[in-house]
């Protein structure tokens, strides 16, 4: 009787959705590999088709996809391409969302609200993902939505290491921007060996965007203020904790943010006086036209494709960021 030989050889597939490309090329770049082409395309009533153009059976394959404007539609779109991998016979599929939609809404605030961060992540498994990746979670307990490995990267080593080559640490003060910040904010104080503030606000719960900054906890008068946040969004709030630190008689101020959502108006509202510079990474697309003279926008790339790796190659993913300075 003849034996049936198996080739224990994994195959490794890289697929992008149309959200963000450029980040999913130098993903692969950074692996040495290339992207398996998909043919996507949007229909005219905007039902979304995703089908691939040579076999993924077996592979270990990783979904790609920004979470940019419009987000239903890209969210939609990698749902769709989990779908095909799953009925194309991949032997794993992890979701790489590494901006995860809906993480705003993670809790219920007030009575009758959904937490459609849940929601997502039951999508996600309903089509068929194995495991889930993602840069800088906006809560950590998302890492509890999805019945599965979650790899939640920190992209701070990223982002710590540009600023301990331009700032002096002598002058230096890390800033949270809100109470829900202060234990990353503390990371980040720890690691750059200096003092930290937090900025107390108030959010009026039924207008959405809209904060009061109330006062600042800590020595801010004579110092360089470095603010960290997960996100900037309409940079309202970034904008006004800048003023009150100014204020406060802070020499300078600096943002740290890993997501650049930049809605509308966040790009003209970030050229503030009360903001010398603003440094982010490339987790989601930034058009020519959102970009400004005092943004820095720093690669991702490296990060996303070092933890690829460790998942493919069943190494650690933590062991990335223990004890990482």
Same mark, same amino acid.
């Given at each position: ?12 597939? +890289? @697929?992008?959705?149309?959200?963000? &490309? ?6 692969? $770049? ?15 009533? !905007? ?39 799953? /009925?194309?016979?991949?032997? /794993?599929?992890?979701?790489? #969302? ?10 219920? !605030? ?70 829900? /910040?202060?234990?990353?904010?503390? +990371?980040?104080? =720890?690691?750059? !060996? ?27 008068? !004579? ?8 996100? +900037? =969004?309409?940079?309202? %709030?970034? @904008?006004?904790?800048?003023? #009150? ?33 603003? @440094? ?7 058009? &020519?036209?959102? /970009?400004?003279?005092?943004? %820095?926008?720093?690669?991702? #790339?490296?990060?996303? #494709? ?9 190494? $650690?993913?933590? $062991? ?6």
């Amino acid at each position: 009787m003849a034996s049936i030989k198996i080739s224990g050889q994994k195959r490794l597939v +890289i @697929v992008s959705g149309r959200a963000h &490309p450029q980040l999913a090329i130098d993903i692969a $770049s950074e692996l040495g590999s290339d992207l398996v082409h998909t043919d996507a395309r949007t229909f005219a009533n !905007g039902e979304i088709y995703a089908r691939y153009d040579e076999s993924v059976r077996g592979c270990d394959a990783f979904v790609i996809q920004s979470h940019t404007n419009p987000i239903n539609e890209w969210l939609m779109e990698q749902l769709i391409m989990v779908d095909a991998l799953k /009925r194309a016979s991949a032997k /794993r599929i992890t979701v790489v #969302a590494p901006f995860y939609p809906y993480a705003r809404q993670d809790k219920k !605030g007030r009575g009758r609200e959904p937490i459609s961060a849940r929601l997502i992540a039951d999508l996600y498994k309903a089509a068929g993902a194995d495991r889930i990746m993602s840069v800088d979670l906006h809560a950590a307990q998302i890492q509890g939505f999805f019945d599965g490995p979650v790899d939640h990267l920190f992209a701070m080593p990223v982002l710590l290491e540009h600023f301990r080559a331009i700032l002096d640490p002598a002058t230096l003060t890390v800033v949270s921007p809100d109470m829900g /910040r202060v234990r990353v904010a503390d +990371i980040w104080s =720890d690691k750059l !060996g200096v003092p930290l503030a937090i900025i107390h606000k108030r959010r009026d719960p039924l207008i959405p965007n809209k904060v009061t900054v109330h006062e600042i906890v800590g020595e801010v008068n !004579g110092r360089v203020c470095l603010i960290v946040d997960d996100m +900037i =969004d309409t940079g309202r %709030t970034i @904008v006004k904790a800048a003023e #009150a630190l100014k204020s406060a008689g802070a020499t300078g101020v600096v943002v740290a943010a890993t997501h650049a959502i930049f809605s509308e108006p966040a790009s003209e509202l970030l050229q503030s006086v009360s903001i010398d510079s603003v @440094v982010v990474t490339d987790t989601l697309p930034i058009p &020519p036209e959102k /970009r400004f003279p005092t943004l %820095t926008v720093l690669p991702i #790339a490296p990060l996303i #494709a070092r933890a690829i790796q460790e998942v493919f190659g069943d190494g $650690s993913v933590t $062991s990335m960021f223990d004890g990482a300075a």
